[in-house]
């Protein structure tokens, strides 16, 4: 089964940085967007960034102006730089890739803490 992995994720005080990474077990040539989720206990998953086969990028506005997405789908990579961390940006970090059949992959997330 193809699933995604994820690295870089710690304890970073407020105003720091973290690089986060994700790729795919094995090729996967029907990943159209990639990006990256998070999740705190007591909300919903929510998206933070993607970027698309064609290196459009979306921000969720908490984030516009601190993060930065890259990578590129098709090749089943992509990073999210994150600078300027608060501790709201505390979560749970999932990768996701979305197929061209609308199904989901994810990662099993990897958790940022950002202290105060």
């Not at 990578?71 to 979560?91: I, R, Y």
């Amino acid at each position: 089964q193809v699933y995604l992995v994820e690295s870089g994720g710690g304890l970073v005080q407020a105003g720091g940085s973290l690089r986060l990474s994700c790729t795919a077990s094995r090729s996967v040539f029907a990943i159209n967007v990639m990006g990256w989720y998070r999740q705190t206990p007591g909300k919903q998953r929510e998206l933070v960034a993607a970027i698309t086969r064609g290196g459009s990028t979306n921000y969720a506005d908490s984030v516009k102006g601190r993060f930065a997405i890259s990578g590129d789908p098709a090749k089943n990579t992509v990073v999210l730089q994150m600078n300027s961390l608060k501790p709201e940006d505390t979560a749970v970090y999932y990768c996701n890739g979305r197929l061209a059949n609308d199904v989901n992959l994810w990662g099993q997330g990897t958790q940022v803490t950002v202290s105060s």
